[in-house]
């Protein structure tokens, strides 16, 4: 098992985490839930615990994909650049979120404000993350790219009208 292996084992669980963490503390907050914002607040922070061997493998995966053909360096860049400003939000969050587990632990005033600012890092994290992961698929997933189903459609009425000439 290589790099780019490992990278896509793992590159979508933060996604998917910061979305269940997010959805979990909203609930919580709306319903003054403590289980659920507890339960968010744990799902945040391994969400950022698995973004690491995610950024951790990323390069490694370049390595292995960046001579493919289709692959270029402009869709290995965006992604690269998308993937780590969404780490470095996901591990902020993540850090507010074991703040947040430790100010609820010891009964903290401030407690509430900042599950609420960890709510907010969620949201962010989750669009981020998911920005990211759609531009890593786009290196290997061609039809995943915008105007793939133009070029599709463009490429099928060019095989009509070729069959109708012959």
Known sequence: MNQ?????????????ASLFGAVLLLIAVLRNNAVLLRTGLITLLTAALLAIPTQLTGEGAEEIVEDRP????????????????????????GALALLSLL?????????????????????????LLARAGNL????????????????????????????EHD
């Open 103 to 127: 100010m609820l632990g010891r009964q903290h005033s401030r407690a509430s404000l900042l599950s609420r600012l960890t709510l907010a890092g969620a949201l962010v994290s989750f669009g």
């Open 136 to 163: 890593g698929g786009q290196i290997m997933h061609p039809e995943a790219r915008s105007g793939a189903a133009v070029e599709a459609a463009g490429h099928k009425e060019g095989e009509q009208h070729e069959e």
């Open 4 to 16: 780019a292996h490992i990278h896509l084992l793992f590159n979508h669980a933060p996604i998917l």
């Open 70 to 93: 289709g692959v270029t360096h402009h869709l290995i860049h965006e992604h690269e650049e998308a993937a780590e400003v969404a780490f470095i939000v996901i591990e902020v969050t």
